[in-house]
């Protein structure tokens, strides 16, 4: 080792070099020692590493001015051989690194030391160290990584071996950790998604994404290159592109959005080290349709005839067909009128549902002066229309189509007129064959009544009637959403009304069904729902509408009855139309219950929808809020029971008052009959112990309701309250045969509403009678009152055990009657 040391002192003993400048070459050799002898090696040159670090801040110091001087060439002192260190070695550590040299060896027995990052300094804390001290052996003691630590700044100090002096600078130097490829380039994403026009230029770059590998810069572990390894799916003749170096991926011709209109791309980034590594991602191309058909029209051209003198407003509609996604800029259409409209006398303006041209004559037409006109018309979508000629997106001079409307100009005449022109239907549930689908009447402008004759001019599916004489609307067949004539969920409809003059006039409605929902445009009733005491026929209800959310003003509308219901026809009718609202009229009396009245509300603005009232008609205590009664839940709760029991009491009704009626015949006292002169001034004595059991009672004979008291006269007629009875020739028979009535219609009635199930809460209602001796008539036919001196006192004991019988089943039953 001693001879090695001589020689590379004379090797290097004639160089010079600035005070300065510090070798970067450093040599590691390899030798196995123990780690006991390691370990016993650091603990003896830590504590003269800190003594070494105190003393040698003058040697740091004078360093550091030496340099400040100018530039001088001096004797090398240390010497220091090529060193590499290798990421990731397997070992067996500790492994022997290299050897330092300083001439101050040769005449001094010196001792060398380590020291910083990698030895008592983090990072690596440990990973280096001298276990040869005298001759500057190094040793490394793990494997390192080093992505995470490339390089290390160590520090060599040379000292006396006794006295721990410093005999020279301190070395820095730079350890470079060897990088091997074991580090596979990365995408920031495992997944991208993007979207790109179909008239995208094969020239710009589609997407571009950078892989990074982390291996050392500069060196072909971290040189990356690209490549597609898949694409789906494969259209003939094309393909996409990716730039082996920047990863820019590209197109190989034009796309077309009919044929593909998305794609899956699998990109692969690959190093160039060995062995070579590599990593993928996924691009999810998604191809947005642009305008690469043109609009064109479904006729070459167009006969219509307007009448001179006249505006006439959405006078024809042009269809065009366009083979781009609906909804967007490249199948939208724009209209123009190329030729024949000088004068500024049309418009034309597109429908943003159905992408028809709406012609319409804003100026009137002189008959005088042009009685025949002819009119170029245009049209194109909203984006430029583009071509693909030899893989090469080009954009065309080519952009729109156009047909012709040859228009006859009629003398000026009153012809019908539709209101409104165009009418604007969603289907509802109620359009089934056979079914009534709108009114839609034209009139004259100036009223003049003349015969007008309806028909179809254009329904392509057939699937309406029109009565040629009225102008009714049915439904022929069911609507179909798939029929080709439905264009973005609408059909549309032509209707025509002809009169009979020289020549005759035409006026054109038109309608737009609409498959689709379109609430939001339609008016709608204020309150769907209405609760309205009973009333007489004639007396009016006010239904009231509301527009349209998206219409903040579409009013006033006008309310008709829809024709779909008889019952409806016999029992309602409109009164006058205050713009807003509407009467609603009974026709007759109809008994209380809830009831559906379909009503067609059309706004200002042509949008018709059918809404369903909801009328309750109900008894009202207080002449003004409906009373709810439980009585037709318990109806339906109870089921045939509770007909039974109701059938019970009342058979027991009519049994007591036949019984009581042949007690009159028999012998009733003449006190019932009252002279005419003092008929004004009698009392009759009712009864005010109104809660006693039927055994008990002596006056009344009660089920919920009763005949109203009667006062007579012998030999004469007697009408008793409501009409109820009718005249006879003596009182008995009169008496016999009033009651008789009463049970009959009061029977009726109850089991009507019960067979029904309506509410008649209010019928059942407990009847008042006579209170604290008041002579009071009740307003129902519900009262039987029978003056107590007409029966003996002990008239129901004598009845026998089959009245006690039917007495106990009513006490159970009608518990209220005790």
Known sequence: ?????????????????????????????????????????EIENFSLRQAIRKKSIRWVDSYQLDSLRPLQRTKRTWVITTIDVQEEDKGPFPKYAGQLFNNKSLNTSVKYLISGPGVDESPEL?????????????????????????????????????????????????????????????????????????????????????????????????????????????????????????????????????????????????????P????????????????????????????????????????????????????????????????????????????????????????????????????????SNEEPFFLCKNGTVMISGLESTSTTVNIKVLESQHAPRFHPPTLIVQREDSMKPGRVFRRYPATYPDDVPNKIKYELAHDPDGWLRVDENSGVLTVAKEFDQESPHVNNSLYTIIVHAIDHGIPPQTGTGTIL?????????????????????????????????????VHSHSGPFTFELAEDSEDVKHNWKLGRNFGESVELLMLRSIPQGSYLVPVIIQDSQGFSTRQNQHVRLCFCPDGHTCKDSPLPQAAVRLGGGAIAIILMAFLLLLVSSILLCRFYMLGSKSKAIVPAQEGEQTLINYNE???????????????????????????????????????????????????????????????????????????????????EGELERSNSFCSVSIGSEDLPVDFLDTLGPKFSALEGICQKQFPSLN
Request: hydrophobic fraction near 35%; glycine fraction near 4%.
């Open 1 to 41: 080792m001693e001879l090695l040391a001589v020689l590379l002192l004379l090797q290097t003993a004639y160089q010079w070099f600035p005070v300065n400048h510090t070798s970067n070459n450093h040599l590691f050799f390899f030798h196995k020692i123990t780690a006991a002898n390691r370990f016993s090696h």
């Open 126 to 274: 440990g990973l280096f160290s001298i276990d040869d001290d005298a001759n500057g052996h190094v040793y490394v003691h793990r494997s390192i990584d080093r992505e995470k630590t490339p390089t290390f700044q160590i520090r060599f100090d040379i000292v006396h071996r006794k006295t721990g002096e410093p005999l020279d600078h301190p070395l820095f130097f730079k350890i470079k950790v060897k990088d091997i490829n074991d580090n596979a380039p990365e995408f920031p994403k495992e997944e991208y998604s993007i979207t790109i026009r179909e008239n995208h230029n094969k020239d710009e770059p589609v997407f571009q994404v950078t892989a990074l590998d982390k291996d050392e810069d500069g060196t072909v572990n971290s040189q990356v290159s690209y490549s597609l390894s898949m694409q789906m799916p494969l259209p003939d003749g094309f393909m996409f592109n990716i730039d082996p170096t920047t990863g820019s991926i590209l197109l190989s011709g034009c796309l077309d959005y009919k044929t593909a209109n998305s794609f899956k791309l699998l990109m692969k980034a690959s190093d160039h080290g060995t």
């Open 276 to 379: 070579q590594l590599s990593s993928t991602a996924t691009v999810n191309v998604v191809v947005e349709d642009a305008n690469n058909h043109l609009p064109v029209f479904t006729s070459d051209n167009y006969q219509l005839q307007v009448s001179a003198g006249q505006e006439h407003p959405a006078v024809l509609r042009l269809q065009v067909e366009d083979k781009d996604s609906p909804n967007t800029p490249a199948w939208r259409a724009k209209y123009r009128v190329m030729k024949g409209n000088e004068k500024e006398q049309f418009t034309i303006e597109t429908d943003p549902d159905t992408n028809e041209g709406i012609l319409s004559v804003i100026k009137p037409l002189s008959y005088e002066d042009d009685s025949e006109m002819r009119l170029v018309i245009s049209v």
């Open 513 to 549: 069904l609409y498959l689709s929902d379109i609430n939001d445009h339609m008016p709608t009733l204020v309150t769907p729902s209405l609760d309205v005491c009973d009333k007489k026929e004639g007396m009016p209800l006010i239904m009231k509408a509301k527009s349209a959310p």
């Open 689 to 771: 112990e109104s809660r006693m059991s039927l055994s008990q009672a002596k006056l009344d004979v009660t089920d919920h309701a009763a005949l109203p008291p009667v006062s007579v006269e012998a030999g004469k007629e007697v009408i008793a309250e409501d009409g109820l009875c009718t005249s006879y020739e003596t009182f008995q028979v009169r008496h016999l045969d009033c009651i008789t009535q009463t049970v009959d219609k009061i029977l009726g009635r109850k089991l009507y509403f019960q067979n029904t199930l309506e509410d008649y809460g209010a019928i059942d209602e407990p009847c008042r009678y006579a209170e």
